[in-house]
Every structure is written in C-alpha cells, then in structure tokens.
C-alpha cells in the first residue's frame, strides 16, 4: 500500500479522534463558561441616612496566601415618617435587593443611591426642594416652608415604600399612599395569565415609576415619537433609535434631521441625506425617496410631511412624492386627518390640505406662541397675547378663545379626555368647552416641556432642574429634580418619556 492511500485513510480517523477528545473536554463552541445567571430585582428599601460603603469579609476559600475581602452589604432599616423644621435636611438613601433567576431565594443587597437609574421623588416641591443637581447628593432634601411630603425612590420598574415627612409647624401629617395590596391570585388560562401580567401594579401617587432607562451617551436632535407598538423612535447624533416598549433597542441606522415620523401604516420615517427612508418595524427598509430637505419630516397623517428649504412636501405613505410648495418659514407642526396645519414664528397658522392647496388661515393675537395641538376635528394654539383658541380644522372659525394673563410659554397639549393644558405664567387645564378647570401657580414658570399624560396628568419640566406630574385636580402627584436639564418629552399610553441633556431617556409611568 502507497504511503498516499496509508495518508488517506489514517489522517480523517486521526482528525476524528483528535475532534472527539477536543468536544470531550470543553473545546469547540460548546466550551468556555456557561450561560450567564440572569440577576433580577426584586425590591427597593428607602432608608434615612447617607449611604455607606458594604462592609468587607473575608471569602471561605483561601485562594492565596492573603485572600483580598469581597464587600457584602446587609439591608438597611426601612425609613419611617420623618418631622424636620424649616431650613433643616433629611436624608435618604435607596437599596436594591437582588436575586438569581435559578436561584430566587439566594438575594443579595446593592446600595442604588447614587444610580444613574434611580429617581428621587417627593410629593410638594413647595415643602421639600431635592438636589438642584444630578452631581447633588440624591436624596437629599431641604424644608423650605411648613407643610406635608412624602418621598419615594424608584429604579427598573420598581417603587420604594413612599416615607412621610412633616416639616414643623404644623399639624399631623396624613399617610402616605402605597401600593394596592397584590389579591391572592386563582387559576387561570395562559392567554389570561399573560393578560394579567401586562397590567402593571398600582403606583402610589407620590411616586413616579421609572419603566426603564436608555442611555444614549449624546442628547436628542429633535422630539421623541411614541409608535403604536408602545415603543418611541428618536434621532440622537446622527442615528436614528427604535425601541420597544421594555427600553431594548430593535434597530438603529444612520440618520439626519432632527426627528423621525410614524406613518398611519406604522412605518418609521427619517431623513438621511438626500434621501428619506421609511423602516418597517424590525428595521427592514420599505422604501426610499429623494427629498430636498434638512431637518426631515415634521408630521405624518394621510402622508408624511417634510420641512424644505423653502417650505413643505408631501411623501405618500408608500414614498411617493406627492408636492411640494413655498410655504414659508415655520415653528411648529400638527397633522390633521386629511393635511396639516402648520405655525409661522410669532404669525399666522395656515392648513394645507392632501392636495398642497391651503383651506385656511387664522392670526392669533400677538401672534402664534407656545405649541400646536390638535385632537379630532380642532386645532389649538397659543398666542403671544396670552390667549389659547380653540379653532375648527375644517374651517378655520373659532370654537371658543380664552384670556391668560400672559403669553403662551408650553402647550397646549391635549389629554386622553380632552383636557386642554398649558403654561402662561401658571399651568392651566381647560375644559374642551373652554372652561378653566383649575390653576395651579406654584411651580415655577419655564418654557420646558409640558405633556398630558393619559386621561387626567399632566408633566412639566418647570425649569432646568424641577419636573412635576399634575394629576386630575391639579394638585402635586410627584416631583423630582432627579433627571437633571430636561430638554424633550412625550407620552403614549400612559407612559412619560424625559430625554435629558446628558443623552438619557427615562420610561415613567
């Protein structure tokens, strides 16, 4: 036998074995450290007081002559109602407690104070003011006048217990409000059983709960779009964001332009370049179209609307271009069931129906100011005379109009119930029908972002460092100055999006 018919026949029964021993002991792609233990968590703990560093102790296995400490931390006392006078502190701090998935009942204990993922909240920043900063202590806050708060922490869909505080004089304070009590559950179909675990668990009502957090590492272009799917899509240097309603990012791409749009057909609609693409939901590209254009589309109905450089276009919801017309210059934007209507900076607002053609055009007085919104068949718009008008979008006549003390510096933004809300100097909602609702005067005038949150909330970042959740009465559901400068946000569903200056996006509810 030829030594190239012995090569032949030893050599693949050599490979064999040789692959055969390597599987045999861990080589190949089924070696190397096993699947990672998924850490979930389980609760927070506020406690009173600073944090403090996990206290060392030694490891049971001697791995060298001088075994190096691993840190332990044990649970800290939970913070009960509190009673400080004017000018003086409190102090609290907030503890994960952490468990395996494989393992529920092995937990351990994390501090999560100074987590970017943690929000401090108090109930009345008119009693409590909390850091100015997000380099501030956390959890630290300072009595400013007598009265009643409670203060709560929250991080990964998770709320603490919400801790009274009473800044004397005063009298009693009442308790705070907690979480429902969870009923003991009964026997039920899958299909019913995955219904009632998307149902979130009562939130008390001086707590906003944060969903999830998404870091960015670079602040917005341009606003936050909530898509119909529960998630939000975004434009943040020079990529535009899909992510779904659990904060996990579904795609990305490169993007100019300041924001994207959302198609009536749930298509995701950017600028890039030249060119305007429209995404489906996993990403997939639908079509492509040329547009001359640098800030990208603006607003999306029966078509996607796109800012030029001397006006507006019209794209069909399958990428062809429609029109496009000298329109002038403009601040703001609102789809309407057949066009669009649109704002010029301190004049006029004009709507241009599916054809290019403008049906009409109204002047507030002191001229257009604040945001537009619009819900069914009217359009409302702030002025800079203070006025906020109620304008039919078919017609352009006045439904009704309403005197403010001062020009509109955020909204007006509508709520699930029709509820009207916006800034003039105080944070006002109104009735449909044009009646004042309630007024409240103590948060700060800003001309941050002001957002109706589902049916009866309202969101406002006051000013560069205070944000607030209004409920139905007008009355404090929850304050915070946890986030930092905000400069966006948007709601869907219930849900509150703040994008801050330092390229976060926090889900709350």
């Known amino acids: 036998m030829s030594w190239r018919i012995r090569f032949l026949i030893v050599a693949p029964v050599i490979l064999f ?32 007081g600073s944090p403090v560093p996990p206290t060392p102790t030694p490891t049971s296995i001697k791995k060298s002559p001088s075994p190096t400490p691993s840190a332990t931390m044990t649970a800290r006392p939970v913070a009960t109602s509190t009673q400080i006078s004017v000018s003086e502190t409190a102090q609290y701090g907030v503890q994960g407690i952490f468990f395996k998935a494989n393992h529920p009942a092995n937990t351990s204990v994390q501090d999560l104070t100074t987590s970017t993922g943690t929000v401090f909240t108090s109930q009345n920043p008119a009693v409590l003011q909390g850091p100015q900063a997000p380099s501030s202590t956390p959890g630290l806050y300072l009595a400013i006048a007598p ?185 703001a934007a609102a789809p309407l069931s057949a066009g669009i209507v649109v704002a010029a900076p301190h004049g006029p607002l004009t709507t241009y129906g599916s054809d290019g053609a403008s049906s009409w055009t109204f002047t507030p007085a002191g001229g257009f100011s604040g945001a537009l919104a619009v819900q069914g068949d009217v359009v409302y718009s702030g002025s800079g005379s203070g006025t906020i008008y109620a304008l039919d979008s078919r017609t352009g006549t006045q439904n009704w109009h309403l005197a403010l003390p001062g020009p509109t510096a955020s909204g007006p933004s509508v709520g699930d119930s029709g509820t009207i809300y916006l800034s003039c100097a105080s944070i006002y909602a109104i009735s449909s029908d044009g009646q004042t609702l309630w007024q409240q005067n103590g948060v700060p005038s800003g001309t941050g972002p002001l957002v109706a949150v589902g049916t009866a909330n309202v969101f406002d970042a006051a000013s560069s460092d205070l944000a607030v959740m209004l409920g139905a009465d007008g009355d404090y559901a929850w304050s915070t100055r946890s986030f930092g400068p905000i400069i966006r946000a948007a709601s869907g569903g219930g849900i509150i999006y703040v994008a801050t200056q330092s390229g976060r996006i926090f889900a709350l509810r």
């Open 147 to 331: 009265g009643c708060s409670c203060v709560a922490a929250s991080n990964s869909n998770k709320v603490t217990t919400p801790v009274g505080v009473t800044v004397a004089p005063g009298g009693p304070c009442p308790s705070c409000p907690t979480q429902a009590p969870t009923s003991t559950p009964t026997p039920k179909s899958q299909s019913e059983a995955n219904i009632e675990q998307a149902v979130p668990a009562a939130v008390p009502s001086s707590a906003g709960v944060v969903n999830y957090m998404f870091i960015i590492g670079a602040p917005l272009s341009g606003r936050i779009v909530p898509d119909s799917n529960g998630g939000i899509d975004f434009i943040a240097d020079s990529v535009l964001h899909s992510v779904d309603s659990t904060g996990h990012e579904i795609f990305r791409h490169s993007a100019s332009g300041l924001a994207p749009a959302v198609t009536s057909n749930g298509l995701i609609v950017a600028l890039d370049g030249a060119n305007l693409d429209a995404f489906k939901s996993d990403g997939t590209l639908a079509w492509q179209t040329p547009v001359s254009s640098s800030v990208g589309p603006v607003a999306a109905s029966d078509a996607v609307y796109v800012e030029t450089a001397t006006g507006l276009a019209s794209v069909s919801n399958t990428g062809h271009l429609n029109w496009s017309i000298d329109s002038g210059s403009f601040v």
């Open 17 to 48: 074995v040789f692959g055969a021993l390597l599987l045999s002991c861990g080589g190949g792609s089924s070696g190397g450290p096993g699947p990672s233990v998924a850490v979930e968590l389980s609760q927070l703990i506020i406690y009173q």
